[in-house]
């Protein structure tokens, strides 16, 4: 975090990938920096599974933050 903020221009965005347990920690640690996330993407294998990833987009100005889901297996089959 400390790097993105020294590296980013001061409209840039720090977007990672992170297993669920570390995003979490990431997240907390990001808003006591001044960090803003913008998007959250849970990420899940597929439904009835627990969440594998956070895909996490923050910035340093405070944004609306959009919020989703993405299953990479829905169970539909293909024919």
């Known amino acids: 975090l400390s790097a993105?903020?020294?590296l980013?221009?001061?409209f840039g965005r720090l977007a990672v990938v992170?297993?669920?347990r570390e995003g979490d920690a990431w997240n907390m640690q990001?808003?006591?920096a001044g960090w803003h996330a913008v998007r959250r993407l849970a990420f899940f294998s597929r439904p009835g599974k627990p969440?594998?990833?956070?895909?996490i987009e923050w910035a340093r100005q405070p944004v609306a933050m959009q919020t989703d889901a993405l299953y990479l297996y829905d169970g539909a089959t293909l024919e």
């Open 4 to 6: 993105a903020a020294r």
């Open 8 to 10: 980013l221009q001061p």
């Open 18 to 20: 992170l297993p669920t």
């Open 30 to 32: 990001a808003l006591a």
């Open 51 to 55: 969440q594998e990833r956070w895909l």
